[in-house]
T-cell receptor, first 115, second 113 residues
Framework: DSGVTQTPKHLITATGQRVTLRCSPR?????VYWYQQSLDQGLQFLIH???????AKGNILERFSAQQFPDLHSELNLSSLELGDSALYFC??????????????FGNGTRLTVT | AQTVTQSQPEMSVQEAETVTLSCTYD???????LFWYKQPPSRQMILVIR??????QNATENRFSVNFQKAAKSFSLKISDSQLGDAAMYFC??????????FGQGTRLTINP
């Protein structure tokens, strides 16, 4: 158990809809990362938050947004969903601030299916 | 931008044998970290081993070890005494400073009984 909690585990929704994925990082971790993994693909970085502030953006669509709350949990909002958004969405956390070698600890992912 | 390349989409090995998974990366930085993650059919991402670029000694974790060649920008993973539970996708990843992990495309490892 990595200590990172993601909910829900599975989500099935229709095109055009909006969903929210939730992530609770490991206790004490200030950094949260979101990754997208399409079928049989590698992990694509979406966005990184550190202690409530956005630190880096990757290939995140404008239809997607995220935030990290004061209690450090994070939410990824996906809107105007398309079939191609179907994927496994991972949240990861790390303790890094200045600790360069902190690995990322991953949650079990949310599997999103858009029909 | 940093890139990570895993040139072996698939590998297979007999149970109890040794297998090596390849990874190369591209960076102009001198201080960075490298990782191998395992993704079994359950789709969890599990940290296998990590290597600091400033350390010359290769990291080892039980049956897992790496061959880190900094000048060649190569970071291979060796799995000794392969077990059925080692079957998974293996991802090589690079991290520089407090930035994101950059992943390779993965190598699917099959263990033959």
């Amino acid at each position: 158990d990595s200590g990172v909690t993601q909910t829900p585990k599975h989500l099935i929704t229709a095109t055009g809809q909006r969903v929210t994925l939730r992530c609770s990082p490991r206790s004490g971790d200030l950094s949260v990362y979101w990754y997208q993994q399409s079928l049989d693909q590698g992990l694509q970085f979406l966005i990184h938050y550190y202690n409530g502030e956005e630190r880096a953006k990757g290939n995140i669509l404008e239809r997607f947004s995220a935030q990290q709350f004061p209690d450090l949990h994070s939410e990824l909002n996906l809107s105007s969903l398309e079939l191609g958004d179907s994927a496994l969405y991972f949240c990861a956390s790390s303790s890094q601030g200045s600790s360069y070698n902190s690995p990322l600890h991953f949650g079990n992912g949310t599997r999103l299916t858009v029909t | 931008a940093q890139t990570v390349t895993q040139s072996q989409p698939e590998m297979s090995v007999q149970e109890a044998e040794t297998v090596t998974l390849s990874c190369t990366y591209d960076t102009s930085e001198s201080d960075y970290y490298l990782f191998w993650y395992k993704q079994p059919p359950s789709r969890q991402m599990i940290l296998v081993i990590r290597q600091e670029a400033y350390k010359q000694q290769n990291a080892t974790e039980n049956r897992f070890s790496v061959n880190f060649q900094k000048a060649a920008k190569s970071f291979s993973l060796k799995i000794s005494d392969s077990q059925l539970g080692d079957a998974a996708m293996y991802f090589c990843a690079y991290k520089q400073g407090a930035q994101k992990l950059v992943f390779g495309q993965g190598t699917r490892l099959t263990i033959n009984p």
